[in-house]
């Protein structure tokens, strides 16, 4: 694959690599709780992940001992996501469906790009739930319904989720165009690092794009490949008759479920970092 050079200094938009953490530590009351005051006691050394240090709950959507950084031989420290029954953020409490995250909010705006490097490694035996969903990764969520795009992955394997267009209500999906393409099997990424670039500009018209670029060093791969792009396609999502949002949430972490008992699975996060164009966010992959 051929890109253009980097810029000659490659700032990102956004550095959310563990390398740069020491603790997270997660809240240990959540809604309902005696002890619920209207927020939570999450902590993270240093500040990076959330909006600020005054609105702390913003930033770590753990509970307990479920997220923490631990030592990795490849990236240095990298962020374990430990998640079963129970676990779960303080305002989100649905039983069969655990989750923990980091999450930064951030404005956005129509027409601007987006480039994401992260990457992840889902810890084997991982557990499958019949029909049930596995989400890593929630790009550019303005907290509408299912996230505009996702790294994901199910019994077809591992890739990205949209929900993208006009929706009729907040949580309604009618109406919306739904594309879950799949690239790689899991039986070939289990317990191996698989680096990501994303893409993705920004649009509720038919101007933006996404675009995926993937390598497993663990399976031979020496440079990033292409392994998918929708064109001239919209990317965003927008309720009928109400104005585009502008902020959005990024998170990583690890949320699956369905109707019935969850297990206990583990995925690893490297930690993303967001730029504004494609080589830069290629050239941070090293």
């Known amino acids: ?3 253009p050079p980097p810029d000659p200094d490659p700032v990102a938009l956004f550095d959310g690599r563990m390398s740069r953490m020491n603790v997270i530590t997660g809240s240990t009351v959540k809604v309902g709780d005696p002890a619920w005051q209207g927020g939570s006691n999450a902590f993270q050394d240093p500040w990076i992940w959330g909006v600020d240090e005054s609105d702390i709950s913003s930033g770590v959507y753990f509970m307990t001992d479920s997220g923490s950084v631990v030592a990795d031989p490849t990236y240095g420290k990298v962020l374990r996501c430990n998640i079963g029954p129970g676990d779960t953020n303080p305002y989100f409490n649905q039983p069969t469906k655990p989750n923990g995250e980091l999450t930064i909010e951030r404005p956005i705006t ?17 557990t499958l739930l019949s029909g049930g969903f596995n989400v890593i990764a929630q790009y550019g969520y303005p907290s509408l319904a299912s996230p505009p795009l996702s790294i994901s992955f199910d019994g077809n394997g591992f890739g990205i989720d949209r929900h993208v267009g006009v929706l009729q209500a907040a ?10 393409p799949r690239f790689y099997t899991l039986a070939s990424i289990y317990d191996k690092w698989v680096e990501l670039v994303i893409g993705v500009k920004w649009a509720m018209d038919n101007t933006g794009f996404v675009q995926v670029y993937g390598r497993v060093k663990a399976n031979g791969d020496t440079v990033f490949v292409s392994k998918f792009q929708h064109l001239n396609t919209v990317t965003f999502q927008q309720i009928q008759g109400q104005s585009i949002k502008t902020s959005v949430n990024d998170k990583i972490g690890l949320y699956f479920g369905t109707s019935s008992s969850p297990p206990t699975n583990t995925v690893l996060h490297r930690g993303f970092q967001r730029f504004n164009n494609q080589a830069s966010a290629i050239a941070s992959m090293g």
Not at 172 to 179: S, V
């Open 171 to 180: 949580g309604d999906l009618t109406g919306a165009t739904i594309e879950k």
């Open 110 to 126: 129509m027409g601007q790009e987006d480039w994401y490097s992260e990457a992840i490694k889902i810890v084997s035996p991982y």
């Open 1 to 3: 694959m051929v890109v």
